[in-house]
Nanobody, 121 residues
Framework: EVQLVESGGGLVQAGESLRLSCVASGFTFEDYVIGWFRQAPGKEREGVSCISSNEISTRYANAVKGRFTISRDNAKNTVWLQMNSLKPEDTAVYYC??????????????WGQGTQVTVSS
């Protein structure tokens, strides 16, 4: 059974940090690119960050560049999203997703259940 399990969300104040984790099982993790996505109330799900299968290439949405860092450890089947200098507009449910080709909100193959991040002002 394929599983992606996110954790690490919570309620923080603006300017604080959180570290999200995504633990994968049931598929060959090192063959997949992993993305973090988020969905705020009343808004469409959007891409936040993506990391290549070989841990080398990363990319970020403009809204989080310089504040968020994605990383992965293929030996642990885990991806992290370090979120610093959080803003109220970062409030959303955060999802990790896996795909063989690319991080795409429309076509990623496997999805986690999400973890809530709430940033108060």
């Amino acid at each position: 059974e394929v599983q992606l399990v996110e954790s690490g969300g919570g309620l923080v104040q603006a300017g604080e940090s959180l570290r999200l984790s995504c633990v994968a099982s049931g598929f060959t993790f090192e063959d997949y690119v992993i993305g973090w996505f988020r969905q705020a109330p009343g808004k469409e799900r959007e891409g936040v960050s993506c990391i290549s299968s070989n841990e080398i290439s990363t990319r970020y949405a403009n809204a989080v560049k310089g504040r968020f860092t994605i990383s992965r450890d293929n030996a642990k089947n885990t991806v992290w999203l370090q979120m610093n200098s959080l803003k109220p507009e970062d409030t959303a449910v955060y999802y990790c997703a896996a795909d063989r080709r690319d991080c795409d909100v429309r076509s990623s193959e496997y999805w986690g259940q999400g973890t809530q991040v709430t940033v108060s002002s």
